[in-house]
């Protein structure tokens, strides 16, 4: 079982920009890749993004505005979100993916989220 403790959510204007955090620990953590995946009211969860052994992937909606980077340890990753949106209000998980691709659907553990509310 991995913890997480996740940081960095809160409101913000459009156009304006945050920086989540989430330290990972646990048994066998170095067995996943790390990323984040993303809920809005009424939606379906979107994978935002992920990283692992350097390469990274993410969602066409976030591209070029978002940046994942981690840890030398790789235990913890962040997420540098610029140009935000309204449409980018969610709540915003960080997860263990099973494996990382583009296709940003499998990840398999979560923290309890942490809330982006993007608003004038």
């Known amino acids: 079982q991995v913890q997480f403790v996740e940081s960095g959510g809160g409101l913000v204007q459009p156009g304006g920009s945050l920086r989540l955090s989430c330290a990972a620990s646990g048994a066998d953590l170095e067995h996943y890749s790390l990323g984040w995946f993303r809920r809005a009211p009424g939606k379906d969860p979107e994978g935002v993004s992920c990283?692992?052994?350097?390469?990274?992937h993410y969602a066409d909606s976030v591209k070029g505005r978002f940046t994942i980077s981690e840890s030398n340890d790789e235990n913890t990753v962040y997420l540098q979100m610029n140009s935000l949106k309204a449409e980018d209000t969610a709540v915003y998980y960080c997860?263990?993916?099973?494996?990382?691709?583009?296709?940003?659907?499998?990840?398999?553990?979560w923290g309890q989220g942490t809330q982006v509310t993007v608003s004038s």
């Open positions: 997860a263990t993916y099973l494996r990382c691709s583009n296709l940003l659907y499998e990840y398999d553990q």
């Open positions: 990283i692992t052994g350097g390469t990274r």
